[in-house]
């Protein structure tokens, strides 16, 4: 059994094209030209409109029909409507163009191998996956030629067992990006052509990047592939309390920071900056408390609260070793991921391997 043979196990065995509890990977990748289609081991495909396709059965698999604007319109329409676990297919050759973000809110697959999704306007995303259990392949997803877009590809915050095999990405910001601590997420024989970063990955857990390429460009500051903590704005630093307010900071105990400032910022003396603390204590949705090491009490202190001009933040730190496996080719890009860090490389980098445990 070649490696192409192998098992593909998906959400938690059950695979999300057949319904059984494993499918063959070639089933699912293997010839996806137009020619081919009849050859998937995929329930018959439904060649009806999108709206007849929003009560098919939960498994089915939809075709793209049309092309440009009007197939963006129905490839938008079938993700909003299709029942978990449903497969949309883009036939090779397509050009989509949407009119708004593609958005992939329930487990589905999307293949789209020789097809491309363009944006036809300036938001942020292309396309932007909300759920678990997502599988995109093969398809081209590239930002708008006229103002470039942000992110080809922004997966959410918290989300997991997302998989993109040979997407390719083009003429955004960023191919890839990933919010706070998105989990399972591989990146598998990935082309990530882009403007400033191949992938900025926020937090991950657990997740791969495995024979992906990155083109970014060389003149722009790039980091082909950036691992990176998330910065939250502080408002109030209080000594009665011994809290930290920070809205929306999305904190766990144990997790480690760092705080910035700017201007004439002044903190407890207690507290300093650009020094590593933890996340412990009272932890709400707006506040937290402070230990200096893993596990240890919450920190008090005295005198003034947060006070002075200018602005306060606090940087989470990526705590160890978060992507387990990592072989990327750099094209351009000044820096390489190593063991979940950043490594600087000087120079031009025509081609570059890097291995990376």
Not at 214 to 240: C, F
Not at 288 to 314: D, E, I
């Amino acid at each position: 059994m070649d490696q192409e043979d192998k098992k593909f196990e998906w959400q938690g065995e059950k695979d999300l094209v057949s319904g059984k509890s494993t499918v063959s990977r070639r089933h699912l990748i293997g010839g996806l030209g137009l020619a081919a289609l009849s050859l998937l081991a995929l329930p018959p495909l439904a060649h009806t409109s999108p709206v007849e396709a929003m009560s098919g059965p939960a498994g089915g698999a939809y075709v793209v029909q049309s092309d440009g604007a009007d197939g963006g319109a129905e490839l938008i329409q079938l993700l909003q409507n299709l029942p978990a676990g449903g497969v949309v297919i883009v036939p090779f050759g397509t050009q989509l163009v949407c009119s708004s973000t593609v958005v992939i809110s329930s487990p589905v697959v999307l293949v789209g191998y020789g097809a491309a999704l363009q944006a036809g306007h300036t938001q942020q995303n292309v396309l932007s996956i909300q759920s678990d259990d997502v599988f995109v392949y093969g398809l081209k997803v590239a930002g708008n030629p006229l103002q470039a877009n942000e992110n080809a590809v922004s997966v959410a915050a918290g989300k997991g067992r997302i998989t993109l095999e040979h997407v390719t990405t083009a003429g955004c910001l960023i191919g890839v990006s990933s919010a706070r601590r998105a989990h399972h997420l591989k990146l598998e024989g990935c082309v990530l052509n882009s403007s400033v970063h191949g992938a900025v990955l926020r937090l991950p857990e657990h997740s791969t990047v495995d024979g992906c390429t990155v083109n970014d460009h060389p003149g722009s500051g790039a980091t082909g592939i950036r691992i990176q903590g998330e910065e939250k704005t502080v408002t109030a630093i209080t000594t009665s309390s011994s809290s930290v307010t920070s809205a929306g900071h999305q904190l766990r105990a144990g997790d480690k920071i760092r705080f910035y400032a700017e201007g004439t910022v002044v903190l407890p003396d207690e507290i300093k900056l650009d020094t590593v603390y933890y996340a412990a204590g009272t932890i709400g949705a707006d506040q937290f408390q402070l230990s200096a090491y893993p596990g240890g009490p919450p920190l008090t202190w005295t005198g003034q609260n947060l006070s002075g001009s200018g602005s306060c933040r606090h940087r989470s730190v990526q705590p160890g070793k978060k992507i387990v496996r990592a072989s990327v080719l750099l094209q351009h890009g000044t820096a390489l991921l190593q063991q979940g860090r950043i490594r600087p490389v000087r120079g031009s980098l025509p081609e570059r391997n890097a291995q990376l445990g």
